[in-house]
């Protein structure tokens, strides 16, 4: 049997992070994990993350999130990872930071796989300053961050280096009384053990399926913005300030004025993060947020 554990929450809250440290930390036992990854916008930028580290299967789920993008994709995804490569220890779902844990959680239940995958539990990562804040999202885009908090199994408390030891108590403290069943981890980098996840599910029940409310017909999208030209750092990062609280996320390549390649841009939460790349990347970018189709970069 294969075990499968979904890693769950809010855009840009710290999964791709988490993952990465799941699999380093996989490798060093000798494990062999495998990744489903399933990302919201049309080009993914967590792939190729993860395609950097050498000989781990991975098949991905694009262009919408697992739970709506419906069960026989994720089917024939998960058989894929099964037939292609032999013996897997251990396969880990990034769930987009639009999905619904529990519809993606179904969307991995299949008659199919019964005999060959245990579902483990859902751990989600929770952006510790956008749960302070929260009052600030959109009520269904708050409900989804919620709910994906409601139906975990752990909880990482990440990004604590953001906040003081008080407010991340209070966040201990609220998650705790959100979801009581589920222990509640602080972290920075989602930096947490992979036999602390593995014990801990493994002393819990049988995964129950609450009633959930849908994650489905939210009001996301994304889009992509493909350069044409470079453009001035202080510049572009003017224009993110500049936009409003409904973008989520950003990732993607930009190409700086100056720079040999397009460098590796994330933004979460009002955090912007540069990283030189070392290939040529498609200078191109997805922002996924309400109402961001309309968004264009002026130049
Ligand atoms: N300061 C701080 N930044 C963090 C921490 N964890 C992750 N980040 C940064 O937050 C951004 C998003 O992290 P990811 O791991 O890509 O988040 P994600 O949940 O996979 O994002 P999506 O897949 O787009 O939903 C990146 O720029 C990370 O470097 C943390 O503990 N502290």
């Given at each position: 049997m294969t075990d499968v554990y979904l890693l769950s929450g809010f855009l840009g809250s710290g999964k791709t992070s988490l993952l990465m440290n799941l699999i380093a930390q996989l490798k060093?036992?000798?494990?062999?994990?495998?990744?489903?990854?399933?990302?919201?916008?049309?080009?993914?930028?967590d792939s190729d993350t993860v395609a950097n580290e050498e000989n781990i299967p991975l098949k991905e789920l694009l262009?919408?999130?697992?739970?709506?993008?419906?069960?026989?994709?994720?089917?024939?995804?998960?058989?894929?990872?099964?037939?292609?490569?032999?013996?897997?220890?251990?396969?880990?779902?990034?769930?987009?930071?639009?999905?619904?844990?529990?519809?993606?959680?179904?969307?991995?239940?299949?008659?199919?796989?019964?005999?060959?995958?245990?579902?483990?539990?859902?751990?989600?990562?929770a952006d510790s300053k956008r749960w302070l804040e929260r009052e600030k999202?959109?009520?269904?885009?708050?409900?989804?961050f919620m709910e994906q908090i409601r139906h975990a199994h752990i909880i990482l408390a990440n990004k604590a280096d953001l906040l003081t030891e008080s407010e991340l108590a209070t966040v201990t403290m609220e998650l705790g009384n959100f979801n009581e069943?589920?222990?509640?981890?602080?972290?920075?980098?989602?930096?947490?053990?992979?036999?602390?996840?593995?014990?801990?599910?493994?002393?819990?029940?049988?995964?129950?399926?609450?009633?959930?409310?849908?994650?489905?017909?939210?009001p996301l999208s994304s889009k992509l913005i493909v350069?044409?030209?470079?453009?001035?750092?202080?510049?572009?990062e003017d224009w993110v300030k500049s936009l409003p609280d409904t973008v989520y996320r950003m990732k993607g390549y930009v190409p700086l004025v100056?720079?040999?390649?397009?460098?590796?841009?994330?933004?979460?939460?009002?955090?912007?993060?540069?990283l030189p790349e070392y290939v040529k990347m498609e200078p191109q970018l997805v922002v996924i947020g309400e109402g961001v189709q309309q968004l264009e970069y002026p130049g």
């Open positions: 060093a036992e000798g494990k062999k994990p495998a990744v489903l990854m399933n990302e919201f916008g049309s080009i993914s930028i262009n919408g999130c697992i739970c709506c993008t419906g069960s026989e994709q994720t089917e024939a995804q998960l058989q894929g990872l099964l037939e292609e490569y032999e013996h897997i220890d251990v396969i880990l779902i990034e769930t987009t930071g639009a999905a619904h844990p529990v519809e993606a959680l179904d969307a991995v239940y299949s008659p199919l796989f019964a005999e060959r995958l245990t579902i483990k539990g859902i751990v989600t990562v999202l959109s009520p269904q885009i708050r409900s989804l069943n589920a222990p509640i981890i602080q972290t920075v980098n989602a930096d947490i053990s992979f036999s602390f996840i593995e014990e801990t599910l493994a002393n819990m029940k049988a995964i129950s399926e609450k009633q959930v409310i849908s994650g489905k017909h939210l350069f044409d030209r470079s453009v001035e750092k202080d510049r572009f100056g720079a040999k390649n397009p460098y590796l841009f994330q933004y979460a939460y009002g955090m912007v993060n540069w």
